[in-house]
Nanobody, 125 residues
Framework: VQLQASGGGLVQAGGSLRLSCVAS????????IAWFRQAPGKEREGIAV????????HYPDSVKGRFTISKDNAKNSAYLQMNKLKPEDTAVYYC???????????????????WGQGTLVTVSS
């Protein structure tokens, strides 16, 4: 089982990035996906989640209106579109998968048992 996150990089404040998470060894039809981030010295933070069917999404206030999570089960992939980036968005970003019941998902990192390796996003001011 592997989740491969990619798409991070260096961007100026106000810019955009699109992160991708490609799954192998598991069928994302059966998994909710969440994106987390962790900045140096800070706890891992949930920033977006989508249920297995894609019918529900949730974001914390810190990214709501700027970030959009999506899921393409046909490509066994998930995405995080990040717009209007701010320097405080600088962190390592991780995707994670969990086979929650239909219509359910959380943003508690302790609930997830499949993780990607992380991709670094740096936003310059």
């Amino acid at each position: 089982v592997q989740l491969q996150a990619s798409g991070g990089g260096l961007v100026q404040a106000g810019g955009s990035l699109r992160l991708s998470c490609v799954a192998s060894g598991l069928n994302l039809d059966n998994y909710a996906i969440a994106w987390f981030r962790q900045a140096p010295g800070k706890e891992r933070e949930g920033i977006a989640v989508i249920t297995k069917g894609g019918e529900l999404t949730h974001y914390p206030d810190s990214v709501k209106g700027r970030f959009t999570i999506s899921k393409d089960n046909a490509k066994n992939s998930a995405y995080l579109q990040m717009n209007k980036l701010k320097p405080e968005d600088t962190a390592v970003y991780y995707c994670a998968a969990k086979n929650f019941a239909w219509g359910l998902a959380t943003m508690n990192y302790r609930d997830y048992d499949n993780w990607g390796q992380g991709t670094l996003v740096t936003v310059s001011s």
